[in-house]
């Protein structure tokens, strides 16, 4: 697999003016549209999946946009023609999981209204599948008064009285936002976040601010969805440092999930199944999100169990087959900087940083190095991601502050680090570099001096991600 592809989602921009809350809500949909054109994600999508869940505020600037994916099929017309209203809703949002369950009337009817410092939320219909929930409903009122730009509505929400970020149904949660004639419309797909799947309950939502007015809409949406049909499969597969068990495939009435265990021989890697097909070559998923049940280490590696929306199957299904690949996490390579030439080396990989020179003049610091081990057949596309990848790759940290970083979540100290430079191409054939530090910048390191200061390099953005060979796993005969 290619770096381009790789780093694919770094071309797509996100507007300076929202907020990091908001920011995270659009990434989410960008990986939606390129998880349907089969663009993998970013390393950084999930090797920093637990450092922080998706934030409990939504947005959408109402141009038409739509933070959900899906597409409609011609063959779901019938849906719209038994249901018009609520079929169309969900062809609205690309739904077609809520398309089929109102063509079965398996959609909940909501009737639930909350008015609040002018503003008022309806929830109209909610379905529950597999382990997809879906909350659709109206906001209207004085949106005006609040914060918000023009065309652009938000709702700061929480469920099941979870508070804040840490709240298991944001992580992976999207949101569509669509104008109607009286306000707007809006739906919230979220996964069902716990190990073990209550086919019915209620969710408790508290909506705590609409547009930056606060308020404190709590509703409590009953939940429920007919029995699911579940394959124990116990199939495990094996390769080298990496294992994986496919547990369950649970059959919906309109999707299907998998839960699958994954035991890396390294802290750090990623085991991920970015496909599946059955045995007539229909794709049942790629690049799906995952929602992530347990993690622990063992004595035979790093487990960690995950379960996988997937699209339903056909009756009589004999056979699915997984592709799986493997991320690997690179240690943080660190040099001080009591050198003016040094060799920066990749512990899993054949890539290197050969530093030729390291000088100070005036407030900047310039280095002069080779990126060894690339390959010398790269595209003008991989190429210009590598050259941008390097803006973020290295990090100067007082060496004091050296053993205060947090590894769980590793933030530069704040006035002992600079993490960003400006990459200068010196020689493309011979992919020669050169970056310039700042140290009057944003970000400075106090009382600077060279021979107190390390040069850390991570090299995981630019090792590709390695796919595994395929397995089939055969489904059970009722």
């Avoid at 440092?241 to 390294?266: G, R």
């Avoid at 049940?293 to 087959?321: C, F, M, N, P, W």
């Amino acid at each position: 697999m290619s770096n381009e592809i790789k780093r694919e989602l770094e071309k797509i921009e996100i507007p300076d003016e929202l907020n990091n809350r908001v920011k995270l809500g659009v990434d989410k949909a960008k990986q939606e549209q390129l998880d349907e054109q089969g663009i993998p994600p970013r390393k950084e999508t999930h090797k920093k999946r637990n450092k922080g869940k998706l934030a409990g505020l939504v947005a959408a600037a109402l141009v038409g946009v739509t933070l959900s994916s899906g597409f409609f099929l011609p063959s779901m017309n019938k849906v719209l023609a038994s249901t018009p209203l609520l079929g169309g809703v969900y062809e609205k949002f690309g739904d077609k999981i809520g398309m089929h369950l109102a063509e079965q009337n398996l959609v909940t009817e909501l009737d639930q209204e909350m008015t609040k410092n002018g503003v008022t939320v309806k929830l109209t219909h909610a379905y529950f599948d597999g382990d997809v929930v879906s909350v659709t409903g109206q906001v209207n009122g004085d949106l005006e008064k609040g914060k918000n730009e023009p065309g652009e509505v938000s709702l700061d929400v929480n469920f099941d009285y979870n508070k804040g970020d840490s709240d298991p149904w944001l992580n992976g949660m999207s949101t569509g936002m669509q104008e109607a004639e009286d306000g707007y419309e809006f739906q919230w797909k979220m996964n069902y976040p716990h190990k073990n799947i209550e086919e019915e309950f209620t969710l408790p939502i508290t909506i705590h601010s609409i547009n930056g007015i606060a308020g404190e809409w709590n509703f409590e949406v009953p939940l429920t969805q007919e029995a699911s049909k579940v394959f124990d499969l116990e199939h495990v597969q094996k390769y080298d440092d990496v294992t994986i068990k496919i547990n369950e495939w649970k059959q919906s009435n309109a999707s299907s999930t998998v839960t699958f265990e994954t035991i890396a021989a390294h802290e750090g890697d990623y085991i991920e199944l970015y496909k599946a097909e059955d045995v007539d070559g229909n794709v049942l998923f790629h690049y799906a999100n995952n929602t992530e049940l347990s993690r622990s280490q063992e004595d035979d590696g790093y487990h960690q169990t995950l379960r996988k929306t997937v699209d339903q199957i056909k009756e009589g299904t004999k056979a699915i087959t997984f592709y799986p690949s493997v991320d690997i996490e690179d240690p943080v390579v660190e040099q001080r900087l009591n050198k003016k030439s040094f060799t920066l080396e990749s512990e899993r990989s054949d890539l290197a940083i050969k530093v030729n020179s390291v000088k100070q003049k005036d407030n900047q610091l310039i280095f002069d190095y080779e990126f060894q081990g690339l390959s010398d057949n790269l595209s003008n596309h991989e190429f210009e991601m590598i050259h941008h990848n390097l803006s973020y790759a290295f990090t100067l940290v007082d060496k004091e502050f050296i053993d205060k970083i947090d590894p769980e979540n590793p933030v530069p100290p704040e006035g002992h680090s600079i993490s960003r430079n400006e990459v200068t191409v010196k020689d493309k054939n011979k992919h020669q570099f050169q970056s310039v530090f700042e140290l009057n910048g944003e970000e400075t390191i106090k009382d600077f001096s060279l021979k107190d200061t390390v040069l850390q390099i991570d090299f995981d953005s630019f090792i590709p991600v390695e796919e595994l060979k395929p397995f089939t796993v055969e489904l059970p005969r009722d």
